[in-house]
């Protein structure tokens, strides 16, 4: 089946120690996103790729970056993890055009020490 | 801008009792509407979606939503709550002027009770 996957799905590092979760998709789609999801929170866009368009939101914390080396794969790299940035990190795909829906990745839990 | 109004952070029904989860949205132009599902410790997945074919839109698990364009509403509807439901439910509208963003409600947490 076409699914977007999520490894690894519950993350441990240590504050400040970098971690990178990666995400990889079958459905061959040119939009890739991430977002950072809190307890009881709605899923918060930290930045899409259109294609190899980066596409950054204003708020993203710089100490976020992504990679997207193809169009199957896309990377998360937190560079100096805070205990802030303990959260669910959900990876999503679509079709571009409007109205055209989100398929999600189950997430990856992050716990910082 | 717009944005999506979920009226109840949490609901409470009955096991067999109908599902009314409220949405109200806010757009300048006719809008493409969405409602997802998140079960724990997963990601979200598509329940239904509207994009102006049909007011009444059916998706899965029995679940359906009406796009009320003079209430602004998009609510979802289940004829009659099961014990799997229990989730959170998010509705969304596709951003107007970036066709690859869309734009989430806060959620409504969906409790089923014995």
């Known amino acids: 089946d076409a699914m977007v996957i999520q490894n690894p799905r519950y993350q441990v590092t240590q504050f400040g120690k970098p971690v990178t979760l990666s995400c990889s998709q079958t459905?061959?789609?040119?939009?890739m996103y991430w977002y950072q999801q809190k307890s009881s929170q709605a899923p918060k866009l930290l930045f899409h790729?259109?294609?190899?368009?980066?596409?950054n939101e204003a708020d993203t914390p710089d100490n976020f970056q992504s990679r997207r080396p193809n169009t199957s794969f896309c990377f998360l790299d937190i560079r100096s993890p805070g205990l802030g940035d303990a959260a669910m990190y959900l990876c999503?795909?679509?079709?571009?055009?409007?109205?055209?829906?989100?398929?999600f990745g189950p997430g990856t839990r992050l716990t910082v020490l | 801008a717009q944005s999506v109004t979920q009226l109840g952070s949490h609901v409470s029904v009955s096991e067999g009792a109908l599902v009314l989860l409220r949405c109200n949205y806010s757009?300048?132009?006719?809008?493409?509407l969405f409602w997802y599902v998140q079960y724990p410790n997963q990601g979200l997945q598509l329940l239904l979606k509207?994009?102006?074919?049909?007011?009444l839109v059916k998706g899965i698990n029995g679940f359906e939503a009406e796009f009320k364009k003079s209430e602004t509403s998009f609510h979802l509807t289940k004829p009659s709550a099961h014990m799997s439901d229990a989730a959170e439910y998010f509705c969304?509208?596709?951003?107007?002027?970036?066709?690859?963003?869309?734009?989430f409600g806060k959620g409504t947490r969906l409790h089923i009770l014995p």
């Open positions: 509207y994009t102006s074919a049909a007011t």
């Open positions: 790729y259109y294609d190899k368009d980066f596409n």
């Open positions: 459905l061959n789609h040119n939009v």
């Open positions: 969304a509208v596709s951003h107007m002027n970036r066709d690859d963003k869309i734009i």
């Open positions: 999503a795909t679509s079709r571009e055009g409007i109205g055209n829906e989100q398929f």
């Open positions: 757009s300048s132009v006719p809008p493409y």
